[in-house]
T-cell receptor, first 112, second 117 residues
Framework: LAKTTQPISMDSYEGQEVNITCSHN???????ITWYQQFPSQGPRFIIQGYKTKVTNEVASLFIPADRKSSTLSLPRVSLSDTAVYYCLVGPFNQAGTALIFGKGTTLSVSS | EAGVTQFPSHSVIEKGQTVTLRCDPISGHDNLYWYRRVMGKEIKFLLH????????ESGMPNNRFLAERTGGTYSTLKVQPAELEDSGVYFC???????????????FGPGTRLTVL
C-alpha cells in the first residue's frame, strides 16, 4: 500500500478554514484516498473518501489533483470540537477486507 | 442503528493472566477487523474476518493471541498469557461487503484499553 506523509501537527483558531495536505507519491491506479478523524479515547471515525478531483460532504471537502500524488482535506470554519488527530490513508478501498495502515496522523489543535 | 461496540472498555490484568476482549460489529456487517495501538506507536492491523472465516491474520503478533468469530456475529480476541508489551488499545471495526463498485468503509468501535501489570 502507498505510504503517506502528512504534517505532524497544525494549529488553528475557531472559525478558520483548515487545510491538511497529505503526500502519497506511490499511489496505485486502483487506490482510493480516505481520511479518518480520531478523538481521545475513541476509535477512528471515517470522514471522507475520494478517488480523483473533489469530493464534498457535510463534514469536509477532499481535493485531489490530477496526478493524485497528494490530497488536501479541507475543514470549513473549524470549532473547538474539531481538535483531533486526522489520518490520511491510501489503499484499494473499493475492495472489502483491505487492512487500513495508519501513520502518525496530523494533530489539529483549535483554539478560541 | 447501533455502532460497533466493544467490551470491556478497560481491563487491568497481571502478567501471565488471560484476558478476552469482545467486539459486536454493526448488524449485517460481514467484515470484522481487529487493530491495536501499543504505547507510542501507530494503530496496527491484526486480523480480518469475513463472517466466521479468518481472511487475513498477518498482523497477529504471536500465538498468544487467538481471535474467533463463531456464527459470524460477534468476535472475541483472547490473549493468553498476557505480557507487558500487550498493553495498549485494541480496536474493532466492521464493514459491509457491498457491491464491487462501492467503496469499503470501516466503522470503528471505541476500543478496549488493556493494561498488563
Amino acid at each position: 500500500l502507498a505510504k503517506t506523509t502528512q504534517p505532524i501537527s497544525m494549529d488553528s483558531y475557531e472559525g478558520q478554514e483548515v487545510n491538511i495536505t497529505c503526500s502519497h507519491n506511490n499511489i496505485a491506479t486502483n487506490d482510493y484516498i480516505t481520511w479518518y478523524q480520531q478523538f481521545p479515547s475513541q476509535g477512528p471515525r471515517f470522514i471522507i473518501q475520494g478517488y480523483k478531483t473533489k469530493v464534498t460532504n457535510e463534514v469536509a471537502s477532499l481535493f485531489i489533483p490530477a496526478d493524485r500524488k497528494s490530497s488536501t482535506l479541507s475543514l470549513p470554519r473549524v470549532s473547538l470540537s474539531d481538535t483531533a488527530v486526522y489520518y490520511c490513508l491510501v489503499g484499494p478501498f473499493n475492495q472489502a477486507g483491505t487492512a487500513l495502515i495508519f501513520g502518525k496522523g496530523t494533530t489539529l489543535s483549535v483554539s478560541s | 442503528e447501533a455502532g460497533v461496540t466493544q467490551f470491556p472498555s478497560h481491563s487491568v490484568i497481571e502478567k501471565g493472566q488471560t484476558v478476552t476482549l469482545r467486539c459486536d460489529p454493526i448488524s449485517g456487517h460481514d467484515n470484522l477487523y481487529w487493530y491495536r495501538r501499543v504505547m507510542g506507536k501507530e494503530i496496527k492491523f491484526l486480523l480480518h474476518f469475513v463472517k466466521e472465516s479468518k481472511q487475513d491474520e498477518s498482523g497477529m503478533p504471536n500465538n498468544r493471541f487467538l481471535a474467533e468469530r463463531t456464527g459470524g456475529t460477534y468476535s472475541t480476541l483472547k490473549v493468553q498469557p498476557a505480557e507487558l508489551e500487550d498493553s495498549g488499545v485494541y480496536f474493532c471495526a466492521s464493514s459491509q461487503d457491498e457491491a464491487e463498485t462501492s467503496t469499503d468503509t470501516q466503522y470503528f468501535g471505541p476500543g478496549t484499553r488493556l493494561t498488563v501489570l
